[in-house]
């Protein structure tokens, strides 16, 4: 019910500090309306007006927190789930400390906003400044990223939540009103503008702003509309002094952000030579991934990176991608399947067979695709497989694609996906996508599967064998050494210490118990022999975990 716009009592003193009467000339006391320089229902619009871009900002900060842990620290849902928690967490923690705020509710809110603006847009900025120039510490620092997302949420968290106690008083001092009512209204313009801001993220701020500048403007944007806010509906309830302190602090936040906004291309540069070296000679942003190319000139080796993951090194890459292709084509194998292999690389191996007649490539970024039919570094390693009329690459998910494929029609299929660890990668190491492998294989066709390193993370790496022998394939375990220290074959975007094993993981699969050997005709490895590849199955084999539980889309186990 909306009750009239009655007058404090005459004489009434304020709760804002600013010690004068009430009335138009000044602040009103706490249970009565504010003063306002517009009509009560233009004031109340332009405070939900408000509530709307704040929820909006808010949001961005929170998905943000979601896409830096996931970037920077892991691709992960136990990363998600931790910023998202803590998150929430905090909302109750801050609902609660604004509660001593109510009485100076537009000052209170006016602080929040401008410190929310600083914190939150400057967050991205901040973690990625310490996961470039610090991750590499270890020690006592190695979990700092960590450490530092959950403060940020934290913080972030509690600064989200003391807003709707301070703008459900600000909504009240418009316009008396019954509670009900005036949590419905303001909570209905906060979901609205959470909507809003979750939309903008993926599908404007990251595609056209990218994740820094996207942050650092939705920051100045929190910052102008909290201070219009207060300053402009609410300045009378501010004594002098606190508008004035009010104001410089808004204007501090302003400049620093736009500041950095101003510099964060050149800011970006110099955290991607921090992480990746000083020779980046390529670095594009696909639809899909971060692809960054380093090295290949001047005697330097070329080194491929994948949202931060090192893929390819090409000292050593012979070594995954022989390893990977040639145990599997010791048989028929006209008909080749490689899901993922982007790069090119599983392609080179597979085309060294001058029998094969057709390769088909499923690769999701085409970006990547383009990058390793074009850049002089990358198809010179590739030895210019997409020159082949063999070859034919399919831009697609590779579920997807195989749900529609036909039945019984590759020889060969080869599974060059990225670890199962990561959580996108999840389904297509699960029981269904092993399903409809099955259904493409040939009779006597013979699929191979990256699952990632067996010494390092043998539970996941048996998980998978288990999830082959789950959907109605027999399995042979064997997997190869990696020499360089720096190429990390695991889920994470930073490398293992110096010390932790380095191996890949690979799984021959068939209807049949396959077994793993070279085929005498074709062209021989580099790197492989079969001593070598006999003694690779036996060392995985002893590593084997009994008795785990397949892996499915509904009980995802990696």
């Not at 191996?503 to 070598?532: E, I, K, V, Y």
Request: proline share 7%.
């Amino acid at each position: 019910m909306i009750e009239s716009h009655a007058p404090a009592p005459p004489g009434s003193r304020s709760s804002w500090g600013g010690g004068g009467p009430t009335g138009p000339g000044g602040p009103t006391g706490p249970g009565g309306p504010a003063w306002l320089p517009v009509r009560p229902a233009t004031g109340r619009f332009l405070v939900l007006a408000g509530v709307f871009v704040c929820a909006a900002c808010g949001l961005v900060y929170e998905l943000a927190l979601v896409a830096l842990a996931s970037y920077l620290i892991g691709d992960s849902v136990t990363q998600a789930s931790v910023v998202l928690s803590v998150m929430v967490f905090a909302m109750g923690l801050g609902s609660l400390a604004a509660k001593r705020l109510r009485r100076l509710a537009a000052a209170g809110f006016g602080a929040v906003e401008a410190v929310l603006a600083l914190v939150g847009g400057s967050s991205a900025m901040v973690l990625h400044a310490v996961f470039a120039w610090t991750g590499g510490w270890g020690g006592l620092w190695a979990d700092g990223p960590r450490v530092l997302l959950v403060v940020f949420s934290l913080v972030i968290g509690v600064l989200i939540g003391a807003e709707v106690p301070l703008l459900m008083e600000l909504i009240q001092r418009v316009r008396r009103q019954d509670p009900g009512g005036a949590v419905a209204d303001l909570f209905a313009a906060d979901y609205v503008g959470a909507l809003v801001g979750g939309l903008a993220f993926p599908f404007v701020l990251l595609p056209f702003l990218g994740q820094l500048t996207g942050t650092l403007l939705t920051g100045t944007v929190n910052a102008v509309v909290g201070a219009a806010l207060v300053l402009g509906l609410f300045r009378r309830d501010l004594t002098r002094r606190a508008r004035r302190l009010l104001l410089a602090a808004n204007a501090v936040v302003l400049v620093l952000l736009t500041t950095a906004t101003v510099l964060a291309d050149d800011f970006e540069r110099a955290a991607r030579h921090a992480v990746y070296g000083q020779d980046v000679r390529v670095a594009v942003q696909t639809d899909v991934q971060e692809v960054v190319l380093t090295g290949d000139t001047d005697g330097r080796p070329l080194d491929l990176f994948l949202d931060g993951r090192l893929r390819v090194r090409d000292s050593d890459e012979r070594r995954y991608h022989e390893a990977l292709v040639h145990p599997a084509m010791s048989g028929p194998h006209a008909r080749v399947l490689i899901l993922g292999g982007g790069d090119g690389l599983a392609a080179r191996e597979v085309l060294r067979h001058p029998d094969v007649r057709r390769v088909d490539v499923v690769e999701i970024d085409p970006g990547l695709a383009r990058l390793a039919r074009h850049d002089p570094g990358l198809s010179a390693l590739n030895e210019h497989a997409y020159g082949d009329a063999r070859l034919h690459v399919t831009t697609a998910d590779a579920f997807r694609r195989l749900r529609s494929a036909s039945t019984a029609t590759y020889d060969v299929v080869i599974s060059d996906l990225p670890d199962p660890g990561i959580t996108a990668s999840t389904k297509l190491y699960s029981q269904e996508f092993y399903g409809l492998l099955r259904r493409v294989l040939a009779p006597d066709g013979r699929l191979v599967v990256h699952a990632g390193p067996v010494s390092a993370r043998p539970r996941a790496f048996w998980t998978v064998d288990a999830t082959l022998r789950a959907a109605g394939l027999r399995t042979t375990p064997y997997r190869a050494g990696a020499r360089n220290a720096g190429f990390a074959p695991g889920p994470d975007r930073t490398a293992a210490t110096p010390h932790a094993p380095r191996d890949w993981g690979f799984l021959l699969a068939a209807r049949t118990s396959p077994t793993l050997r070279l085929d005498p005709r074709a062209p021989r490895p580099h790197t492989l022999t079969a001593r070598s590849l006999t003694r690779s199955a036996h060392s995985a084999s002893r590593t084997r975990i009994p008795d785990l539980p397949p892996s499915t889309l509904a009980h995802p186990r990696y």
